[in-house]
């Protein structure tokens, strides 16, 4: 956002660059001419604007298209829902008993570690969804009474409609399973734990029901028609050859530095949380042995 006035260089994504700029000049192009933005002849011979995963006809932040260029809409959009994912990771860690200057860090860590979701709106979106969406969890959990109950999960259904809205598609799928797994963590906590298990449960339900609900004209002919996915080719292949699945070799190198840009790259910033884990190890706290779990199985998967 602020590279402009301060190198003079703009500075984007490749995602960003060939596929969401472009679109988001088409909507301000038609805005401005009167013609309708869900229909971009540019694109994919004429496929609709909510057929592509970075088109998001619906989202509610393009209204920042009426007063900015294309590509200063994008950036100030991305720059405000990056912050209030900050804002939210922080609030999550609060919940959970971490104190200021440790949620502070926490926050900064995790954009750090997610920067590479971090370079367009669809996928930034997503690193605001999530923190969001566990702190509302935690915040039902805590929740005593059944109005409370019934504004959170009312908020949650808001924020993952958003998601949809957003074209944010496979991290909103991910994110149902990680809060499943959440959910039932919680739930297990306490006494009553199959009364505590069946509120958490039902309330995630209503919450990606309500959501899906807002977000079903757009996600139904999105899946009809490419499955919410632009790579659904031999992905496994693919994902070994461009470096974003590590073999066992791969972790050989763990500790030896390197100037690359790809793989290797990426390991240094799972050092830290690794060293985290193993420091969990003897910790007596639950939660943290449901987040060393949760790390170790994705470890293991990727």
């Known amino acids: 956002v602020f590279a402009p006035t301060l190198v003079g260089w703009r500075i984007m994504g490749t995602d960003s660059l060939e596929l969401v700029i472009p679109q988001l000049a088409f909507y301000k192009s038609a805005f401005l001419s009167g013609e309708s933005p869900f229909w971009n002849p540019y694109l994919a011979v004429g496929f609709p604007n909510f057929i592509s995963v970075a088109g998001f006809p619906y989202a509610p932040l393009h209204f920042l298209l009426y007063i900015a260029p294309a590509y200063l809409a994008h950036y100030w959009a991305l720059f405000l829902t990056l912050a209030l994912g900050a804002v939210f990771f922080i609030l999550f860690l609060r919940e959970l008993n971490i104190g200021h200057w440790g949620a502070f860090i926490g926050s900064l860590a995790y954009l750090a570690g997610n920067i590479h979701f971090a370079r367009d709106l669809t996928l930034g979106t997503a690193l605001f969804?999530?923190?969001?969406?566990?702190?509302?969890?935690?915040?039902?959990?805590?929740?005593?009474?059944?109005?409370?109950?019934?504004?959170?999960?009312?908020?949650?259904?808001?924020?993952?409609?958003?998601?949809?809205?957003?074209?944010?598609?496979?991290?909103?799928?991910?994110?149902?399973?990680?809060?499943?797994?959440?959910?039932?963590?919680?739930?297990?906590?306490?006494?009553?734990?199959?009364?505590?298990?069946?509120?958490?449960?039902?309330?995630?339900?209503?919450?990606?029901?309500?959501?899906?609900?807002?977000?079903?004209?757009?996600?139904?002919?999105?899946?009809?028609?490419?499955?919410?996915?632009?790579?659904?080719?031999?992905?496994?292949?693919?994902?070994?050859?461009?470096?974003?699945?590590?073999?066992?070799?791969?972790?050989?190198?763990?500790?030896?530095?390197?100037?690359?840009?790809?793989?290797?790259?990426?390991?240094?910033?799972?050092m830290v949380p690794l060293l985290l884990a193993a420091a969990a190890l003897r910790s007596k706290s639950s939660l943290k042995k449901f987040f060393f779990w949760v790390f170790l199985v994705s470890l293991l998967i990727s």
Do not use: C, N
């Open 129 to 270: 969804v999530f923190p969001t969406l566990f702190w509302i969890l935690v915040r039902i959990h805590k929740s005593a009474s059944l109005r409370a109950r019934f504004l959170y999960v009312s908020l949650g259904g808001l924020l993952i409609g958003y998601a949809w809205l957003m074209s944010s598609y496979f991290p909103t799928l991910y994110l149902f399973f990680a809060a499943l797994a959440f959910v039932f963590f919680l739930g297990s906590q306490g006494f009553e734990r199959r009364k505590q298990i069946f509120i958490m449960l039902s309330s995630l339900i209503a919450i990606f029901a309500i959501g899906t609900a807002i977000g079903s004209f757009q996600l139904v002919p999105a899946y009809v028609i490419t499955q919410f996915s632009q790579r659904s080719h031999g992905f496994a292949d693919s994902a070994v050859q461009d470096g974003y699945a590590i073999t066992l070799r791969d972790l050989s190198h763990f500790f030896f530095f390197t100037g690359k840009r790809g793989l290797d790259a990426y390991l240094y910033m799972g």
